[in-house]
Antibody
Framework: EVRLEQSGTEVKKPGESLKISCKGSGYSFSTYWITWVRQMPGKGLERMGIIYPDDSDTRYNPSFQGQVTISVDKSVTTAYLQWSSLKASDTAVYYC????????????WGQGTQVTVSS | SYELTQPPSVSVSPGQTARITCSGDALPKKYAYWYQQKSGQAPVLVIYDDTKRPSGIPERFSGSSSGTMVTLTISGAQVEDEADYYCYSTDGSGDLWLFGGGTKLTVL
Protein backbone atom coordinates (compact mmCIF):
# COMPACT_ATOMS: atom_id res chain seq x y z
CA GLU A 1 0.00 0.00 0.00
CA VAL A 2 1.37 3.40 -1.01
CA ARG A 3 1.54 5.71 1.99
CA LEU A 4 2.69 9.31 2.07
CA GLU A 5 3.23 10.83 5.51
CA GLN A 6 3.71 14.59 5.59
CA SER A 7 5.33 16.67 8.32
CA GLY A 8 3.25 18.65 10.77
CA THR A 9 1.81 22.13 10.98
CA GLU A 10 4.26 25.02 10.73
CA VAL A 11 3.89 28.59 11.97
CA LYS A 12 6.66 30.89 10.76
CA LYS A 13 7.45 34.58 10.41
CA PRO A 14 8.02 36.40 7.13
CA GLY A 15 11.61 36.07 5.99
CA GLU A 16 12.20 32.75 7.77
CA SER A 17 13.21 29.59 5.95
CA LEU A 18 11.27 26.33 5.98
CA LYS A 19 11.57 22.77 4.73
CA ILE A 20 8.57 20.44 4.87
CA SER A 21 8.69 16.74 4.14
CA CYS A 22 6.77 13.88 2.57
CA LYS A 23 7.88 10.37 3.54
CA GLY A 24 6.90 7.53 1.22
CA SER A 25 6.44 3.93 2.31
CA GLY A 26 4.95 0.70 1.00
CA TYR A 27 6.30 1.10 -2.53
CA SER A 28 9.46 1.55 -4.56
CA PHE A 29 10.19 5.17 -3.65
CA SER A 30 12.77 5.78 -6.36
CA THR A 31 10.43 5.03 -9.27
CA TYR A 32 7.38 7.06 -8.24
CA TRP A 33 7.13 10.70 -9.20
CA ILE A 34 6.33 13.06 -6.32
CA THR A 35 4.16 16.10 -7.10
CA TRP A 36 3.76 19.07 -4.75
CA VAL A 37 0.42 20.92 -4.73
CA ARG A 38 -0.50 24.19 -3.02
CA GLN A 39 -3.94 25.11 -1.74
CA MET A 40 -4.26 28.65 -0.43
CA PRO A 41 -7.06 29.40 2.06
CA GLY A 42 -10.43 28.97 0.39
CA LYS A 43 -8.84 28.47 -3.04
CA GLY A 44 -8.23 25.69 -5.53
CA LEU A 45 -5.39 23.26 -6.13
CA GLU A 46 -2.21 24.48 -7.82
CA ARG A 47 0.49 22.15 -9.10
CA MET A 48 3.86 23.49 -7.99
CA GLY A 49 6.27 20.98 -9.44
CA ILE A 50 7.36 17.38 -9.64
CA ILE A 51 10.46 15.30 -8.91
CA TYR A 52 11.59 11.82 -9.92
CA PRO A 53 13.56 10.44 -6.98
CA ASP A 54 15.68 8.02 -8.97
CA ASP A 55 17.63 10.78 -10.75
CA SER A 56 16.24 13.90 -9.02
CA ASP A 57 14.81 15.16 -12.33
CA THR A 58 12.77 18.18 -11.19
CA ARG A 59 10.29 20.35 -13.08
CA TYR A 60 8.54 23.43 -11.77
CA ASN A 61 5.34 25.06 -12.93
CA PRO A 62 6.24 28.59 -14.13
CA SER A 63 4.58 30.40 -11.21
CA PHE A 64 6.75 28.52 -8.71
CA GLN A 65 10.08 28.49 -10.51
CA GLY A 66 12.61 30.27 -8.31
CA GLN A 67 10.14 30.56 -5.43
CA VAL A 68 10.60 27.10 -3.89
CA THR A 69 13.00 24.18 -4.09
CA ILE A 70 11.91 20.55 -4.44
CA SER A 71 14.35 17.82 -3.46
CA VAL A 72 14.55 14.20 -2.33
CA ASP A 73 16.67 11.99 -0.09
CA LYS A 74 16.32 8.43 -1.34
CA SER A 75 18.12 7.04 1.71
CA VAL A 76 15.16 8.03 3.89
CA THR A 77 12.50 7.79 1.15
CA THR A 78 11.53 11.40 1.68
CA ALA A 79 10.74 14.32 -0.60
CA TYR A 80 11.04 17.93 0.50
CA LEU A 81 9.63 21.34 -0.33
CA GLN A 82 11.59 24.31 0.91
CA TRP A 83 11.54 28.08 1.03
CA SER A 84 14.52 30.34 1.74
CA SER A 85 12.48 33.38 2.70
CA LEU A 86 8.80 32.94 3.46
CA LYS A 87 6.12 35.50 2.66
CA ALA A 88 2.65 35.88 4.10
CA SER A 89 1.32 34.78 0.71
CA ASP A 90 2.95 31.35 1.26
CA THR A 91 0.26 30.60 3.84
CA ALA A 92 -1.45 27.49 2.50
CA VAL A 93 -1.90 23.75 2.82
CA TYR A 94 0.73 21.87 0.86
CA TYR A 95 0.11 18.34 -0.40
CA CYS A 96 2.45 15.78 -1.86
CA UNK A 97 1.15 13.13 -4.25
CA UNK A 98 2.78 10.13 -5.91
CA UNK A 99 2.42 8.09 -9.07
CA UNK A 100 4.48 5.86 -11.32
CA UNK A 101 4.32 4.96 -14.99
CA UNK A 102 1.54 2.46 -14.32
CA UNK A 103 -0.73 4.71 -12.29
CA UNK A 104 -2.58 7.95 -13.04
CA UNK A 105 -0.84 11.19 -12.12
CA UNK A 106 -1.16 12.09 -8.43
CA UNK A 107 -2.88 8.79 -7.73
CA UNK A 108 -1.84 8.72 -4.05
CA TRP A 109 -1.90 11.72 -1.71
CA GLY A 110 -0.42 12.72 1.62
CA GLN A 111 -2.57 14.27 4.31
CA GLY A 112 -1.29 17.80 3.73
CA THR A 113 0.88 20.22 5.73
CA GLN A 114 -0.54 23.53 6.95
CA VAL A 115 1.97 26.37 6.68
CA THR A 116 1.07 29.71 8.26
CA VAL A 117 3.30 32.73 7.76
CA SER A 118 2.46 35.67 9.97
CA SER A 119 4.30 38.41 11.79
CA SER B 1 -0.72 30.40 -20.87
CA TYR B 2 -2.80 27.24 -20.87
CA GLU B 3 -5.98 27.05 -18.79
CA LEU B 4 -8.57 24.48 -17.81
CA THR B 5 -11.96 26.09 -17.26
CA GLN B 6 -14.62 24.73 -14.90
CA PRO B 7 -17.91 26.24 -13.68
CA PRO B 8 -17.52 27.57 -10.11
CA SER B 9 -20.56 25.73 -8.83
CA VAL B 10 -23.15 23.07 -9.65
CA SER B 11 -26.18 22.30 -7.55
CA VAL B 12 -28.52 19.29 -7.70
CA SER B 13 -31.08 17.56 -5.50
CA PRO B 14 -30.29 14.10 -4.11
CA GLY B 15 -30.89 11.43 -6.74
CA GLN B 16 -30.45 13.80 -9.67
CA THR B 17 -27.60 13.69 -12.17
CA ALA B 18 -24.77 16.17 -11.67
CA ARG B 19 -22.56 17.12 -14.60
CA ILE B 20 -19.34 19.05 -14.15
CA THR B 21 -17.47 20.23 -17.22
CA CYS B 22 -13.85 21.12 -17.87
CA SER B 23 -12.70 22.76 -21.09
CA GLY B 24 -9.21 23.16 -22.50
CA ASP B 25 -7.72 23.41 -25.97
CA ALA B 26 -5.45 20.38 -25.52
CA LEU B 27 -8.13 18.04 -24.18
CA PRO B 28 -8.77 16.42 -27.59
CA LYS B 29 -5.15 15.19 -27.45
CA LYS B 30 -4.48 14.79 -23.72
CA TYR B 31 -6.24 12.78 -21.04
CA ALA B 32 -8.03 14.43 -18.14
CA TYR B 33 -8.23 13.32 -14.55
CA TRP B 34 -10.83 14.20 -11.92
CA TYR B 35 -10.25 14.62 -8.19
CA GLN B 36 -12.81 14.93 -5.43
CA GLN B 37 -11.92 17.00 -2.37
CA LYS B 38 -14.21 16.99 0.61
CA SER B 39 -13.93 19.75 3.19
CA GLY B 40 -10.73 19.48 5.21
CA GLN B 41 -9.50 16.38 3.38
CA ALA B 42 -6.88 15.55 0.79
CA PRO B 43 -8.06 15.09 -2.81
CA VAL B 44 -9.05 11.64 -4.10
CA LEU B 45 -8.82 10.49 -7.71
CA VAL B 46 -12.27 9.54 -9.03
CA ILE B 47 -11.74 9.35 -12.83
CA TYR B 48 -8.58 8.83 -14.87
CA ASP B 49 -7.79 8.73 -18.59
CA ASP B 50 -11.04 10.66 -19.28
CA THR B 51 -13.39 7.75 -18.59
CA LYS B 52 -11.85 5.14 -16.26
CA ARG B 53 -12.85 4.67 -12.64
CA PRO B 54 -10.31 3.59 -10.00
CA SER B 55 -11.19 0.64 -7.83
CA GLY B 56 -13.28 1.65 -4.85
CA ILE B 57 -14.97 4.58 -6.60
CA PRO B 58 -18.76 4.11 -6.85
CA GLU B 59 -20.21 3.28 -10.25
CA ARG B 60 -22.33 6.45 -10.20
CA PHE B 61 -19.14 8.36 -11.10
CA SER B 62 -18.35 8.41 -14.80
CA GLY B 63 -16.34 10.49 -17.24
CA SER B 64 -16.70 11.42 -20.88
CA SER B 65 -14.88 13.46 -23.47
CA SER B 66 -16.00 15.42 -26.51
CA GLY B 67 -13.70 17.77 -28.36
CA THR B 68 -12.21 20.39 -26.06
CA MET B 69 -14.47 19.44 -23.14
CA VAL B 70 -14.47 16.62 -20.63
CA THR B 71 -17.36 15.94 -18.29
CA LEU B 72 -17.62 14.30 -14.88
CA THR B 73 -21.08 12.83 -14.37
CA ILE B 74 -22.48 11.70 -11.04
CA SER B 75 -25.63 9.69 -11.71
CA GLY B 76 -27.98 9.73 -8.75
CA ALA B 77 -25.89 12.16 -6.71
CA GLN B 78 -25.89 11.59 -2.98
CA VAL B 79 -25.42 14.02 -0.11
CA GLU B 80 -22.00 12.49 0.57
CA ASP B 81 -20.89 13.52 -2.94
CA GLU B 82 -20.90 17.16 -1.87
CA ALA B 83 -17.34 18.29 -2.47
CA ASP B 84 -15.07 20.33 -4.67
CA TYR B 85 -14.13 18.65 -7.93
CA TYR B 86 -11.01 19.44 -9.95
CA CYS B 87 -9.98 18.41 -13.42
CA TYR B 88 -6.25 17.93 -14.08
CA SER B 89 -4.47 17.69 -17.38
CA THR B 90 -1.51 18.90 -19.41
CA ASP B 91 -0.96 21.35 -22.24
CA GLY B 92 -0.10 20.16 -25.72
CA SER B 93 3.59 19.79 -24.86
CA GLY B 94 2.94 17.38 -22.00
CA ASP B 95 5.35 19.34 -19.81
CA LEU B 96 2.95 21.72 -18.08
CA TRP B 97 0.37 20.04 -15.86
CA LEU B 98 -2.32 22.06 -14.14
CA PHE B 99 -5.64 21.88 -12.33
CA GLY B 100 -8.86 23.51 -13.35
CA GLY B 101 -10.24 26.15 -11.01
CA GLY B 102 -12.51 23.65 -9.27
CA THR B 103 -16.29 23.21 -9.07
CA LYS B 104 -18.20 23.17 -5.82
CA LEU B 105 -20.93 20.54 -6.01
CA THR B 106 -23.89 21.08 -3.70
CA VAL B 107 -26.36 18.24 -3.20
CA LEU B 108 -29.44 19.32 -1.28
Amino acid sequence: EVRLEQSGTEVKKPGESLKISCKGSGYSFSTYWITWVRQMPGKGLERMGIIYPDDSDTRYNPSFQGQVTISVDKSVTTAYLQWSSLKASDTAVYYCAAHDSNTPPAAFWGQGTQVTVSS
Amino acid sequence: SYELTQPPSVSVSPGQTARITCSGDALPKKYAYWYQQKSGQAPVLVIYDDTKRPSGIPERFSGSSSGTMVTLTISGAQVEDEADYYCYSTDGSGDLWLFGGGTKLTVL
